[in-house]
């Protein structure tokens, strides 16, 4: 148990749906993150937030979009995937930006149909 | 980004020490070395991190080459729950919030 949760565990949508990512961090960090770890591939920056305010989007289709509501709280909304989006979205918190140290969620494993 | 290079695979016994190699021959000064982990169906987990000199914690150790173009990371009684994907990551001290996962060393124990 890191302190950083994600909800569903699990995914399957059709590429017409729209459905959101949820993670919720209970360490009271200020930065968080989104990584995708497709199969055989190594894990991928997507977006990350320092104290709500979104401070990269590493090149990513607008299919996906984040939501940082709060410090504690990050969402990824999905809309239109593809089956290639099919992977494990990992969400991360650390204390600041540039803190040593990130503490993973368990991910979520989506499927696209 | 400097980058890293590992053995895709190493196996050990359980209760046996394991030496974990990395590779960062374009290693900059302000460098920092970490090692990250993922054991199946979980997210990464933090291991150890250094600069220059070897480090110690409860989870491991991580010895660092007097030239800093390779570090181990040294387990020192492997059990069966650290069988796992071990990454080795440079991370820049002034001004870089990313990790770069790389495809990482996957440790296989034998009971």
């Known amino acids: 148990e890191t302190g950083v949760t994600q909800t569903p565990r699990h995914l399957v949508m059709g590429m017409t749906n729209k459905k959101s990512l949820k993670c919720e961090q209970h360490?009271?960090?200020?930065?968080m993150y989104w990584y995708k770890q497709s199969a055989k591939k190594p894990l991928e920056l997507m977006f990350v937030y320092s104290l709500e305010e979104r401070v990269e989007n590493n090149s990513v289709p607008s299919r996906f979009s984040p939501e940082c509501p709060n410090s504690s709280h990050l969402f990824l909304h999905l809309h239109t995937l593809q089956p290639e989006d099919s992977a494990l979205y990992l969400c991360?918190?650390?204390?600041?930006?540039?803190?040593?140290?990130?503490?993973f969620g368990p991910g979520t494993r989506l499927t696209v149909l | 980004d400097a980058k890293t290079t590992q053995p895709n695979s190493m196996e050990s016994n359980e209760e046996e020490p394991v030496h974990l190699p990395c590779n960062h021959s374009?290693?900059?000064?302000?460098?920092?070395i970490h090692w990250y982990r993922q054991l199946p169906s979980q997210g990464p987990e933090y291991v150890i991190h250094?600069?220059?000199s070897n480090v110690n914690n409860r989870m491991a150790s991580l010895a660092i080459a007097e030239d800093r173009k390779s570090s181990t990371l040294i387990l020192h009684r492997a059990t069966l729950r650290d069988a796992a994907v071990y990454y080795c990551i440079l991370r820049g001290m002034d001004s870089s919030y990313k990790l770069i996962f790389g495809s990482g060393t996957r440790l296989l124990v034998r009971p």
């Open positions: 374009t290693i900059s000064g302000t460098d920092y």
């Open positions: 360490l009271g960090h200020n930065a």
């Open positions: 991360a918190s650390s204390q600041a930006l540039f803190t040593d140290t990130q503490y």
């Open positions: 250094g600069l220059t």
